[in-house]
């Protein structure tokens, strides 16, 4: 059974840090995504990262203020997030790619499975 579970989300000022984790049950060897989606926008993607860890992507607007890692062992997707912005708040989701070619998608139909999603508020 396929289960994504994220945790870390919270309240913090701008400019702090967060890191929230993603641990995933079921399946191993898979693309996983972090996307997020605020109140009355549609979900749009944060950053991916191929199973191996070595080849990341990120978008524009979060590009040098958050990193994606994994960590193999623990079969758990990392999202460090500093310089938070007030922009950044929203609801953080991870999701998984099942397809056999790493590629680093940025649609969310591009995804298989999805995590339930963990509140990330920046206050100004």
């Known amino acids: 059974q396929v289960q994504l579970v994220e945790s870390g989300g919270g309240l913090v000022q701008a400019g702090g840090s967060l890191r929230l984790s993603c641990a995933a049950s079921g399946f191993r060897y898979y693309t996983m995504g972090w996307f997020r989606q605020a109140p009355g926008k549609e979900r749009e993607f944060v950053a991916a990262?191929?199973?191996?860890?070595?080849?990341?992507r990120y978008a524009d607007s979060v590009k040098g203020r958050f990193t994606t890692s994994r960590d193999g062992a623990k079969n758990t997707v990392y999202l460090q997030m500093n310089s938070l912005k007030p922009e950044d708040t929203a609801v953080y989701y991870c999701?998984?790619?099942?397809?056999?070619?790493?590629?680093?998608?940025?649609?969310?139909?591009?995804?298989?499975?999805w995590g339930q999603g963990t509140q990330v508020t920046v206050s100004s």
């Open positions: 999701a998984a790619d099942l397809g056999t070619i790493p590629l680093l998608k940025t649609t969310p139909a591009g995804y298989d499975y």
């Open positions: 990262i191929t199973w191996s860890g070595g080849t990341t």
